[in-house]
């Protein structure tokens, strides 16, 4: 979030910056640097403005594109599951590994916005914003992910998990509160759940555990059933949005003939 608003202040004083310098163009003219190029788009706008128009949405496709295609944890965690098997924690390997199973507690936590006891928790804060119109925004300021060591179990053994860098991946909040200015929102781990995960399987004094993969910069959490969802329906969306990128192609190829 705090990126996103980065770029979005960065995109903003660019164009801030560019009316401010058209504007004193329009004042100072052949003294102000640039004088040909601006005078040649001010004589010929009509034309300039039809190039924009054709090339304006392919530019803000590319934009959305690549912040699509941005890599981040949580989608290199979503491709490795895609691709790995699921492992039976008795016979893990040494490396990359997927595991399925039932999560057990070792040392309980307090969640922060409703104090249950649960293994680990992903918390946010954000600001509320109301404008004239009474619709409301909401801005992150802050988030946190917070998990002990805990088990995962399934009809063959149980291992441990380191759960430093560890990110909840399609997990739904738990818990919401609010007051006038603030929302409050977790999401837990908790004992029981049944959960699939992605991480490295190590051994320390001849004992396996599963910690953060340092090489893919993945340990990744999430539900079972969310997970299965996914993968049915994410070759539809890659299909879809396939299918949107060639028609405006399509689109505009014909725009410019």
């Given at each position: 979030m705090r990126n996103n608003r980065k770029i979005l202040f960065f995109i903003i004083g660019i164009v801030a910056f560019c009316c401010l310098y058209f504007v004193l163009w329009l004042i100072f003219k052949e003294k102000m640097p640039f004088h040909e190029y601006l005078s040649d788009f001010y004589t010929n706008y009509d034309s300039y403005a039809e190039r924009i128009f054709v090339f304006l949405p392919l530019g803000i496709f590319a934009i959305v594109a690549l912040l699509i295609l941005k890599p981040t944890s949580a989608k290199r965690f979503l491709k490795l599951q895609a691709s790995l098997p699921t492992s039976k924690i008795q016979s893990i390997a040494k490396g990359l590994v997927e595991v399925e199973g039932i999560l057990v507690m070792n040392t309980a936590l307090s969640s922060p916005v409703m104090n249950e006891t649960c293994i680990g928790y992903y918390y946010t804060i954000e600001d509320i914003d109301r404008d004239s119109e009474g619709d409301v925004s909401y801005t992150t300021i802050h988030r946190e992910t917070k998990c002990n060591?805990?088990?995962?179990?399934?009809?063959?053994?149980?291992?441990?998990?380191?759960?430093?860098?560890?990110?909840?991946v399609l997990l739904g909040e738990t818990n919401i509160s609010s007051n006038n200015s603030k929302r409050y929102k977790e999401t837990l781990l908790k004992d029981g759940q049944k959960m699939l995960l992605v991480g490295y399987a190590d051994a320390r004094n001849g004992v396996p555990f599963i910690r953060r993969d340092n090489h893919h910069k993945v340990l990744g959490i999430t539900s079972s059933s969310g997970i299965d969802v996914w993968n049915k329906y994410q070759p539809l969306l890659r299909s879809f949005l396939f299918i949107c990128s060639i028609i405006l192609l399509i689109i505009t190829y014909i725009l410019i003939q």
């Open positions: 060591p805990f088990l995962i179990k399934d009809n063959t053994g149980t291992i441990e998990v380191e759960p430093d860098g560890i990110e909840l």
